[in-house]
């Protein structure tokens, strides 16, 4: 599996390579990618006279000397753990380089820190994060710096139980992250969702939040027996809390550092793996976050 690595020198791009190291995803081979971004606009380098124009270029060359040691350094390293490496140095926005990179070399995945420092700023943050989430075409992995090293070898698998959501879950397979040693399958259902139900399902003479868990815990457990026919451990968990403090629940019970879900997906449960929720939960939580994509 092809995965591009972002990388800078800021710890955190070091830690990423660590993460993803851990995850030992089958035939990984990794391309580490620094970006040198542009400084300004290009009205303001219109803007800029002879001799500015002289030390910007200067400038840029010296960056560009200091991104291909760093590559270097960054491809010694991954050719030391015996894992097949080509480095690149592109110019321009980070994360259309690094999402070009990715098609050019047909990568299966980009790992980025959230805040992998550039020279010239964020490498994923804010707004520019939030464009990565949306845009990046592979699936994606976000190592927190913040985190005991080995805790993003537990995971927690979110699922709506959409057919993207299924999808994403054999992408996993193929992935084959064999350093996961535990998989919680998680699935968050809003108490809306029982008091929508509950005209036809108490006729039953049924509890109604009860009949939810269960139908949703067995729907988890075919996944869960699933993850653990292809070698994983794995167990399932359902919870009638919002989605985010389901999340968070979970993790910390599980003392899990990684969460793994779908980037899109609208199913019975809507919500759990959209966009908005794999937004939430790159830019605003300290565990790790691997978005599956198909």
């Given amino acids: 599996m092809r995965a591009i690595l972002g990388v800078s020198q800021h710890a955190s791009a070091f830690q990423s390579f660590e993460a993803l190291l851990r995850l030992q995803f089958s035939d990984l081979e990794i391309h580490p990618t620094h970006v040198v971004e542009h400084v300004g606009s290009t009205l303001g380098k219109f803007l800029l006279t002879a001799t500015e124009s002289e030390f910007y270029t200067h400038y840029m060359q010296s960056e560009e000397v200091k991104a291909r040691e760093l590559l270097t350094s960054f491809e010694k390293m991954i050719l030391e ?34 805040r992998a420092q550039e020279s010239l700023g964020h490498m994923v943050f804010g707004s520019v994060g939030r464009k990565m989430i949306f845009q990046c075409p592979t699936s994606l992995l976000v190592p927190k ?89 794995a167990v399932a968990e359902v919870c009638g809390e919002p989605v985010h403090d389901a ?48």
């Fill in 81 to 114: 753990r015996g894992i097949v490496s080509q480095g690149h140095l592109r110019q321009g926005h980070v994360v259309n380089e690094l999402i070009q990179q990715a098609k050019d070399v047909d990568a299966s995945l980009v790992c980025v820190s959230l």
């Fill in 145 to 233: 710096p913040n985190q005991a090293p080995e805790a993003i070898k537990r995971a927690v698998f979110a699922t709506d139980h959409s057919p993207f959501a299924q999808k994403a879950l054999d992408q996993l397979i193929r992935m084959r992250p064999q350093g996961l040693e535990h998989i919680t399958v998680l699935t968050s259902y809003p108490q809306n969702l029982a008091s929508a139900l509950a005209p036809f399902v108490s006729q039953l003479g049924l509890d109604v939040s009860r009949w939810v868990e269960d139908k949703l815990l067995e729907e988890n457990t075919k996944i869960a027996k699933k993850l653990e026919q292809e070698g994983f451990h």
């Fill in 247 to 294: 999340i968070e629940k979970s993790l910390k019970s599980q003392e899990a550092g990684l969460l793994i879900l779908g980037a899109q997906g609208h199913g019975m449960l809507e919500g759990l793996s959209l966009g908005s929720v794999s937004a939430h939960q790159v830019l605003h939580t300290n565990h790790s976050v691997l978005i599956v994509r198909p």
